[in-house]
C-alpha cells in the first residue's frame, strides 16, 4: 500500500462545520481509490472497479487514478498501480474497442460504444508520461490498443459507411439516428452510458480533439511512428473543425452557445450532463478556456433552469442527468463547476453544496435529491469522489503541471 497518506488541505473561505466535513470527504476519498477499488493483479495489471459495481468501466478507472500521478515519483506502490492500470486498459481495447466496462478476469461486462472509453486511456498514460518521466509504460502492446483506438475512431467519424456496430437500445432497430458526415466521431451513448438521442456528440468530441493531440506527441516523442503521428492530429484537426462549424448555436437570451449533440442535418439538443465529458468541464480537459465568450455563455446556459438537467432545492443546485431520477444532483457535476470557475464566490457556495450532500458516511454519492441529501443514488461509486480529491489537491497547488496546464 502507498506510504502517503493524504496530504492535508486548508480550505479557505469555508465555515468551520463546512471545512470540518469537507476535510473529511476529501481524507475518506483519497484513501478508499487506493486501498478499496484498485488491486494488483497475480498479472501485473491493476483492476480498478467504480466502487459498488465490481467491474472496470474505461472511463472511470482512468478517472479513478488521476489524483495518485503525483505520487508515482516517490511511492513504488503508487508507481505500479498506475502502471497496471495503464496495461490493463490497452488489454481491455484489444479485446474489444467498442465495449466500454469489463470484468476481472478480462471478459466483456457492457458494449456500449462510448467514445470517450477510448480516450480516457490514452489521456491517462499521457498524464502520467509527462508528470514523471516514465516511458515503461508504452510497451507494443499499448502502442496496438493506441492504434486500434485510433482506427476505431476513423471509422467511427464514417459510420453511415464504414461501421459495422449496432446496439439494441438506439434508435432505428440499433443503429442509431441518421447523421450527415462532420468530421465529428460518431457515439452510440453518452459518457453516462445513456444512448444518444442524435449521435455527434459534442463534449465526447471536444474531449477527443484534445486526446488526440496528446497521442500525436506520443506516437512522435516515445513510438518514433510518425505516420500514427499524422493521422492523429489530423483527425484533431478535422473534429475541432467540425464541432465549430456544426455546434455552435443561437440560443436567445444566451448567444452563441456549444449544443450538447448534433446530428449535421441542422437538429441539436441543448442541455448538459454532469458526466464528464461534459460542456461544462471542457477548460478542464483542455478544450477551451474558461474565459472564452462561447465557453462563457454556454456555461451559463448549462448552470440555469433552461438547462432540462439543472436543479435547484434546498441544500444544492447543480447539474444532474437523465441517469438518475428528476430533481438529482450529481457531485461530480458540481465538483466540475468549482474546478472550472474563475469566480470565488461561486466556488465557495458549491463546496458548501458538496458539504450539505454528506449523509454521514463521508462519501460523495453518484446523485442526490437537491431537497433531501439523504435520499440518494450509489452508495459507493469511486469516480467524483477521485474527482474531489484532485480538485483539493489543485486547490494547494499540488497536482503535476500537466493537469494544471489542461485546465487553463
Do not use: C
Given at each position: 500500500?502507498?506510504?502517503?497518506?493524504?496530504?492535508?488541505?486548508?480550505?479557505?473561505?469555508?465555515?468551520?462545520?463546512?471545512?470540518?466535513?469537507?476535510?473529511?470527504?476529501?481524507?475518506?476519498?483519497?484513501?478508499?481509490?487506493?486501498?478499496?477499488?484498485?488491486?494488483i493483479?497475480?498479472?501485473?495489471?491493476?483492476?480498478?472497479?467504480?466502487?459498488?459495481?465490481?467491474?472496470?468501466?474505461?472511463?472511470?478507472?482512468?478517472?479513478?487514478?488521476?489524483?495518485?500521478?503525483?505520487?508515482?515519483?516517490?511511492?513504488?506502490?503508487?508507481?505500479?498501480?498506475?502502471?497496471?492500470?495503464?496495461?490493463?486498459?490497452?488489454?481491455?481495447?484489444?479485446?474489444?474497442?467498442?465495449?466500454?466496462?469489463?470484468?476481472?478476469?478480462?471478459?466483456?461486462?457492457?458494449?456500449k460504444?462510448?467514445?470517450?472509453?477510448?480516450?480516457?486511456?490514452?489521456?491517462?498514460?499521457?498524464?502520467?508520461?509527462?508528470?514523471?518521466?516514465?516511458?515503461?509504460?508504452?510497451?507494443?502492446e499499448l502502442?496496438?490498443?493506441m492504434m486500434?483506438?485510433?482506427?476505431?475512431?476513423?471509422?467511427?467519424?464514417?459510420?453511415?459507411?464504414?461501421?459495422?456496430?449496432?446496439?439494441?437500445?438506439?434508435?432505428?432497430?440499433?443503429?442509431?439516428?441518421?447523421?450527415?458526415y462532420?468530421?465529428?466521431?460518431?457515439?452510440?451513448?453518452?459518457?453516462?452510458?445513456?444512448?444518444?438521442?442524435?449521435?455527434?456528440?459534442?463534449?465526447?468530441?471536444?474531449?477527443?480533439?484534445?486526446?488526440?493531440?496528446?497521442?500525436?506527441?506520443?506516437?512522435?516523442?516515445?513510438?518514433?511512428?510518425?505516420?500514427?503521428?499524422?493521422?492523429?492530429?489530423?483527425?484533431?484537426?478535422?473534429?475541432?473543425q467540425?464541432?465549430?462549424h456544426?455546434?455552435?448555436?443561437?440560443?436567445?437570451?444566451?448567444?452563441?452557445?456549444y449544443?450538447y449533440?448534433?446530428?449535421?442535418?441542422?437538429?441539436?439538443?441543448?442541455?448538459?450532463?454532469?458526466?464528464?465529458?461534459?460542456l461544462?468541464?471542457?477548460?478542464y480537459?483542455?478544450?477551451?478556456?474558461?474565459?472564452?465568450s462561447?465557453?462563457?455563455?454556454?456555461?451559463?446556459?448549462?448552470?440555469s433552469?433552461?438547462?432540462?438537467?439543472?436543479?435547484?432545492?434546498?441544500y444544492?443546485?447543480?447539474?444532474?442527468?437523465?441517469?438518475?431520477p428528476?430533481?438529482?444532483?450529481?457531485?461530480?457535476?458540481?465538483?466540475?463547476?468549482?474546478?472550472t470557475?474563475?469566480?470565488?464566490?461561486?466556488?465557495?457556495?458549491?463546496?458548501?453544496?458538496?458539504?450539505?450532500?454528506?449523509?454521514?458516511?463521508?462519501?460523495?454519492?453518484?446523485?442526490?435529491?437537491?431537497?433531501?441529501?439523504?435520499?440518494?443514488?450509489?452508495?459507493?461509486?469511486?469516480?467524483?469522489?477521485a474527482?474531489?480529491?484532485?480538485?483539493?489537491?489543485?486547490?494547494?497547488?499540488?497536482?503535476?503541471?500537466v493537469?494544471?496546464?489542461?485546465?487553463?
Amino acid at each position: 500500500m502507498p506510504a502517503t497518506a493524504a496530504p492535508t488541505v486548508e480550505i479557505p473561505n469555508a465555515p468551520t462545520t463546512v471545512a470540518v466535513t469537507l476535510q473529511r470527504i476529501y481524507q475518506r476519498a483519497y484513501d478508499e481509490a487506493y486501498s478499496r477499488h484498485a488491486r494488483i493483479e497475480p498479472d501485473g495489471t491493476t483492476f480498478v472497479s467504480t466502487g459498488d459495481i465490481d467491474e472496470e468501466w474505461l472511463r472511470d478507472s482512468s478517472a479513478v487514478m488521476m489524483p495518485y500521478i503525483g505520487l508515482a515519483s516517490t511511492d513504488s506502490y503508487v508507481r505500479n498501480m498506475l502502471r497496471g492500470a495503464i496495461s490493463r486498459q490497452a488489454k481491455y481495447i484489444l479485446i474489444d474497442p467498442y465495449a466500454n466496462a469489463f470484468t476481472s478476469d478480462y471478459q466483456i461486462a457492457e458494449r456500449k460504444f462510448e467514445m470517450d472509453s477510448l480516450l480516457y486511456p490514452i489521456r491517462l498514460a499521457y498524464v502520467y508520461w509527462k508528470a514523471t518521466g516514465d516511458r515503461s509504460i508504452f510497451t507494443p502492446e499499448l502502442q496496438r490498443a493506441m492504434m486500434t483506438a485510433l482506427r476505431t475512431l476513423r471509422v467511427e467519424q464514417h459510420h453511415a459507411t464504414r461501421s459495422h456496430y449496432r446496439n439494441p437500445e438506439l434508435a432505428d432497430n440499433g443503429v442509431g439516428t441518421r447523421v450527415a458526415y462532420t468530421g465529428l466521431v460518431w457515439t452510440a451513448f453518452r459518457p453516462s452510458d445513456d444512448a444518444a438521442r442524435y449521435q455527434y456528440n459534442i463534449p465526447d468530441n471536444m474531449f477527443a480533439a484534445v486526446v488526440l493531440r496528446q497521442l500525436t506527441v506520443i506516437e512522435r516523442k516515445v513510438y518514433h511512428d510518425n505516420g500514427l503521428a499524422q493521422e492523429a492530429w489530423g483527425l484533431s484537426v478535422q473534429i475541432r473543425q467540425g464541432i465549430e462549424h456544426y455546434a455552435l448555436v443561437n440560443e436567445p437570451g444566451f448567444g452563441r452557445i456549444y449544443a450538447y449533440e448534433i446530428d449535421g442535418f441542422g437538429h441539436a439538443t441543448l442541455m448538459d450532463d454532469a458526466n464528464i465529458p461534459s460542456l461544462l468541464s471542457a477548460p478542464y480537459f483542455g478544450y477551451v478556456s474558461p474565459r472564452d465568450s462561447v465557453y462563457k455563455a454556454t456555461r451559463s446556459f448549462v448552470l440555469s433552469p433552461r438547462n432540462p438537467y439543472y436543479f435547484a432545492g434546498k441544500y444544492a443546485s447543480g447539474i444532474g442527468s437523465p441517469h438518475t431520477p428528476h430533481g438529482y444532483v450529481w457531485p461530480l457535476g458540481l465538483v466540475v463547476e468549482a474546478i472550472t470557475s474563475t469566480d470565488q464566490s461561486e466556488i465557495d457556495r458549491v463546496m458548501g453544496y458538496i458539504a450539505a450532500s454528506d449523509t454521514g458516511d463521508h462519501r460523495l454519492h453518484e446523485s442526490f435529491n437537491a431537497d433531501w441529501p439523504e435520499s440518494y443514488t450509489r452508495d459507493d461509486f469511486a469516480w467524483p469522489n477521485a474527482l474531489f480529491a484532485q480538485l483539493m489537491l489543485a486547490r494547494q497547488g499540488r497536482l503535476p503541471a500537466v493537469l494544471e496546464s489542461l485546465a487553463r
